[in-house]
């Protein structure tokens, strides 16, 4: 396994919300918090060697993270995690965590689970929800040049895909991209900002 100790949390944070008609999503409310907090509250006590926040326009308090401003995030989600891997490496990371701020569901055991799996400078684990890999990923420092070279948004598609898969509940690893997914998410573990006070009588 890949030591947390050793591991370097990349959250990338610059996405554009051009789906979410109503804002930055990562500021959109869920259980009494903005999206955008959940994972940071999960994963607080992870003893991570450094952490980064990518991030544009968001106006979230990222506690506790080094902020790198991507003024660029048009150019695709590529350019952050250029961006974080580049910090994580003069930090000195063995590996690095990517995670993504619009997954709110993420926990602490299951990236656990991904540095478990993680046994080699080579290695690249992602999580799945049993059909699709996606992030949360880790990278080990082999794969660090490879990361640095990526363009636009699906450049390591095919490395993930190749890589080890750590199954977990598809509800943790859904992501925030329209009003609509949100509220599902809202609907799926029953929040309180659904809840309607009926008068009575």
Avoid: W
């Avoid at 959250?11 to 259980?31: D, V, W």
């Avoid at 991507?70 to 990371?93: F, H, I, L, T």
């Avoid at 993504?100 to 299951?110: G, K, N, S, Y």
Wanted: aromatic letters at 4%.
């Amino acid at each position: 396994m890949i030591r947390a100790e050793d591991t370097v949390l990349i959250l990338l944070a610059a996405g554009r919300s051009s789906r979410f008609e109503t804002g930055n999503k990562l500021e959109a409310e869920f259980l009494k918090k903005p999206v955008g907090l959940h994972v940071v509250t999960a994963l607080e006590d992870i003893p991570f060697k450094d952490r980064f926040v990518v991030r544009d326009g968001c106006s979230l308090d990222f506690q506790g993270y080094h902020v790198l401003h991507n003024d660029q995030p048009q150019d695709g989600m590529a350019r952050s995690v250029r961006m974080g891997v580049e910090a994580a490496k003069g930090a000195g990371a063995k590996a690095v965590l990517i995670a993504l701020a619009d997954m709110p569901r993420v926990t602490a055991a299951h990236i656990y689970r991904l540095l478990e799996a993680a046994d080699s400078d080579d290695a690249v684990v992602a999580s799945s929800d049993g059909t699709q890999p996606r992030p949360p990923a880790v990278f080990g420092a082999g794969r660090f040049d490879f990361l640095m070279s990526l363009e636009g948004d699906a450049g390591a598609r095919d490395l993930v895909q190749a890589g080890k898969h750590v199954v977990t509940s598809p509800a943790e690893l859904i992501d925030i991209d329209t009003p609509e997914d949100l509220e599902a998410l809202r609907a799926l573990v029953h929040a309180p900002e659904l809840t309607i006070t009926r008068p009575q009588g």
